[in-house]
């Protein structure tokens, strides 16, 4: 009888170990910046109001930020779908060597260590070493304004 308690008391032990470590995991890998509402005018910016194309911010997030068009509904501008995503590789993380869009706008490579993404599937990489996705940030469009926060 005291071996199992002895068992019970020290199996405990480890699942509470590890549940603690768990939970102090930083889930982000890219450093955290934080973006209040960033607007970006479709009137103005209009080449994001093309399906498939991509824009580059520099003075938002981590690495600057990848705005990508999935879909844009000329008609109900709401209905649109961005994709914004901190254009810090998930290999190099540094501010300094930011994830480039290829010309066809679907996909970004990182000029320093050659990994690349799909920006239309939630910036999962296919090619290189990274193996974690771009972090992404929320889009919302209203009147015509595309907002990119966290």
Known sequence: ??????FILIFSFFIFSFLL???DK???????????????????A?????TGNCVFINEIGYGGVLVFCSYYDA??????????????????ISDTCSVE????GLTATCPCCGSSFYLNSMGIPYEGDAVEPL?????????????IYN
Request: glycine letters at 0%; one cysteine or more.
């Open 26 to 44: 930083d889930e982000d890998i890219i450093p955290y910046v934080m973006i209040n509402r960033y607007p970006i005018n479709l009137n103005v």
């Open 75 to 92: 008609v109900n501008p709401s209905e649109s779908v961005y994709f914004a995503y901190d254009a810090a590789c998930t290999v190099e």
């Open 101 to 104: 869009s290829a010309e066809s």
């Open 1 to 6: 009888m005291k071996l199992k308690q002895h």
């Open 46 to 50: 209009n080449e994001l109001t093309i």
């Open 21 to 23: 470590q768990s939970c």
């Open 135 to 147: 972090k992404m940030y929320n889009t919302s469009v209203q009147n015509n304004i595309l907002y």
